[in-house]
């Protein structure tokens, strides 16, 4: 079995057992192949929008014996399933607005029996205002120290409530729930980074909505640092 890195790992766990899954932007195929070597799903289509990680899936499906088990699919994000073909979907290793771009397309991923997990590479906060706002729920949000990157990973159902949350949510989410040592990581980085950003636009008026928003998340963030880390 293909040596899964601890981000991907994460992901297998936090999805769990489930029937049917779809990988999109399956790429060497790996998570697909440990999900039905570990008994964690009974079949898994992966789909990939290009061609050439698509033959890497296939090379390796094969040398797996899993060709039964694991379909192919050129797709752009979701565009190659039907709706209830799957009871789960993880979106992986890309770009937050690439992420919500892929379940805006598809809006049949609205059903709350429908687990999503989603890894976004960047912009987690654009992913999660989204998520917010389409009435998706992050049910459990993890950090993950891999390969010497930290990482968030989203477990989320579709809820169509929009509840009221702080200042500090789209940057931080749910990661202040599980503290664990890369999330505590995710989120002092996230401070640096907020703050870095704060001090760029200090000066500019135009911009001073977005200050007022910073401030008010960093302070919010601070304060649940000191809760929650003990
Ligand atoms: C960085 S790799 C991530 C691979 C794997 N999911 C992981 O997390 O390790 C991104 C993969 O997503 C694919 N991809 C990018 N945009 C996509 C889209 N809109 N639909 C499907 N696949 C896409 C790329 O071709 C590439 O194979």
């Given at each position: ?28 195929a790996f998570l697909p192949i440990y999900l039905i070597k570990e008994g964690l799903a009974e079949r ?8 050439g990680p698509l033959s890497v899936a296939k090379a390796n499906i094969t040398k797996y014996g899993l ?164």
């Open positions: 079995m293909p040596i899964l890195n601890k981000r991907l790992t994460l992901a297998a766990e936090m999805l769990g057992q489930v029937k049917s899954v779809a990988d999109i932007g399956t790429d060497h898994v289509i992966a789909c990939d929008i290009a061609e060709a039964d088990k694991i379909e192919l699919r050129l797709a752009n994000g979701l565009l190659g399933l039907e709706p209830n073909e799957v009871d789960a979907v993880t979106i992986l290793g890309m770009g937050g607005e690439t992420i919500a771009d892929i379940l805006t397309d598809s809006p049949w991923v609205k059903n709350p029996d429908i687990t999503l997990i989603l890894q976004p590479m960047s912009c987690d906060d654009r992913l999660r205002e989204y998520l917010l706002c389409e009435g998706f729920e992050i049910k459990s949000e993890l950090g993950v120290e891999s390969q010497g990157r930290f990482y968030t990973v989203m477990k989320v159902a579709f809820s169509g409530n929009i509840p009221k949350v702080g200042k500090e949510y789209k940057y931080i989410g749910k990661l202040l729930e599980n503290p664990n040592a890369a999330a505590i990581t995710f989120v002092n980085n996230r401070l640096k980074s907020m703050k870095a950003c704060m001090r760029d636009i200090e000066k500019v008026e135009r911009k001073r909505d977005l200050y007022n928003e910073l401030k008010l998340a960093t302070e919010a963030i601070e304060k649940m640092v000191t809760n929650y880390v003990k």
